[in-house]
């Protein structure tokens, strides 16, 4: 993906582009099924694409509402369903509490979760079937996050981990549960290739959590001279490495 959100599909034999498509913003990938979803940015009603992984061919579309913009999109590891999560908007029937009248004994994710409920804002998280072409349901949540946070699978669930480290585990329904990871703000955020596990990392510190239970285990980095590193990136195989930039 290059700075204007184009995707290049590449032909890793002889780096040859075997095709190129168009503005796909948040791209999530489905290996298993030889998909990558992306939606086009538009805020008057952006459309979401699916293309195959192998030349590029469009799989799937749809469009959301005027005015809708997307937070985040994940293919399930099989690619046959196609998360779509949006920014927040406001909405009267959530309290909003003013930041003074938050309660002042709260800490952690009881703080986040508060916050979140009492925003009076919250999110859409819309489900397709990507193999039928058409919408599995949808769900509101009091949960909104920034774009660019990740979004996955977790069953029938999706769970997004945000920059911030207020991230959450939402259920079809809507009903959600939000948490934090052990690593303070996640400059960077992986997964492995399953999702079983969430990779994240901030200054110097890495955390490797259970996507399941949340147990989890933190390490550091050597330091170098100067300033200590901060963790940009995440990724894994099929097997147990886990790679970390």
Do not use: C, M
């Not at 916050?115 to 998280?125: C, E, F, I, M």
């Amino acid at each position: 993906q290059d700075t204007s959100d184009d995707l290049l599909l590449l032909d890793t034999s002889d780096w040859s582009v075997k095709a190129e498509i168009p503005k796909r913003v948040g791209f999530a990938v489905s290996t298993e099924a030889d998909l990558v979803a992306g939606h086009d940015g538009n805020s008057n009603g952006p459309k979401i694409f699916v293309h195959s992984l192998s030349d590029g061919a469009e799989r799937f579309s749809t469009a959301l509402g005027k005015g809708v913009r997307i937070a985040a999109l994940a293919l399930s590891n099989d690619g046959s369903r196609l998360a779509v999560l949006t920014e927040a908007t406001k909405d009267a029937d959530e309290p909003e509490v003013p930041s003074s009248q938050v309660p002042k004994d709260l800490r952690g994710a009881e703080l986040d979760e508060f916050k979140q409920k009492n925003d009076g804002k919250t999110s859409v998280l819309h489900l397709f079937d990507v193999a039928g072409g058409g919408p599995l349901g949808e769900a509101k949540t009091y949960y909104s996050t920034n774009p660019g946070a990740t979004l996955f699978f977790d069953g029938d669930a999706v769970v997004a981990v945000n920059y911030l480290n207020v991230n959450a585990r939402i259920a079809p329904s809507g009903e959600t549960a939000i948490f934090q990871l052990q690593n303070s703000f996640n400059y960077g955020i992986g997964r492995s290739h399953d999702g079983s596990l969430i990779l994240t990392g901030g200054l110097a510190r890495q955390s490797v959590t259970k996507t399941a239970d949340l147990a989890g285990s933190v390490g550091t980095v050597e330091k170098l001279p100067g300033w200590p590193e901060y963790w940009k990136g995440f990724s894994a195989a099929s097997g147990d490495p886990i790679y970390g930039a």
